[in-house]
């Protein structure tokens, strides 16, 4: 009665358009679930803009954020359950973006967030990687989204070569991660942004 999906990924992988496709793909099955809960980044990654100043929580702090919402799902699947109910369509869709893999690859201990994983796996819930190739690193990265993402990029980079450089690697530890995570996960290579493609592939993926 509960199943769902984490994106992960670096900056212009695709997450928010993944999500967006899959909140429209879902929405199309005969049998799909009624019930969706949908969280962007902003209410789980570590890195925040408070009040206009970016801030990165703690470790503590950021356990205890993706804890408020794991916990708040078990409480809606407790309830779907206590009341007996059996049909799909009753039950919950969630998608998640950042989260898990996110808090791996930025802290070292990671007792607590093994935790966690094992109670979003009780909840059906499976990971998808988003990445992209190397050669497609440069357009994506650097030049997707205007001169003012270009400066910001260019800004904490000394050249496009250096940032490019660092994505790949990040990428790599996102990889490490996702193997390392107690958490079911598949990758999937964005370069073609193809978004209702990769929905349909997750969506695919959740039912096997």
């Not at 990687?129 to 993402?149: D, I, K, Q, Y």
């Not at 660092?166 to 991660?177: G, M, S």
Request: charged residues 25%; proline residues 2%; hydrophobic residues 40%.
């Amino acid at each position: 009665m509960i199943r769902g999906v984490i994106l992960e990924g670096l900056s212009t992988t695709g997450k928010t358009s993944v999500l967006s496709a899959l909140k429209r793909v879902h929405s199309l099955s005969s049998h799909a679930e009624r019930t969706m809960i949908a969280l962007s980044e902003h209410y789980s990654q570590i890195l925040h803009s408070d009040h206009g100043v970016l801030r990165s929580l703690d470790q503590n702090e950021h356990i205890q954020l993706l804890n408020q919402h794991i916990a708040y799902l078990e409480q809606l699947h407790g309830w779907i359950k206590s009341l007996g109910q059996t049909k799909a369509s009753n039950g919950i869709f969630f998608i998640l973006e950042r989260f898990h893999l996110n808090h791996r690859a930025a802290f070292a201990d990671h007792t607590e967030i093994e935790a966690l994983e094992q109670r979003m796996r009780r909840l059906n819930g499976k990971c998808v990687l988003l990445t992209l190739s190397p050669e497609a690193v440069p357009t994506r990265f650097v030049e997707s989204r205007g001169e003012a993402w270009r400066s910001y990029i260019m800004a904490n980079h000394p050249t496009a070569d250096e940032a490019c450089r660092k994505f790949v690697e990040d990428q790599e530890r996102l990889r490490t991660c996702m193997k390392q995570s107690l958490i079911p996960a598949i990758e999937i290579n964005t370069d073609e942004a193809a978004w209702d493609d990769y929905a349909n592939q997750i969506l695919k993926a959740l039912d096997e």
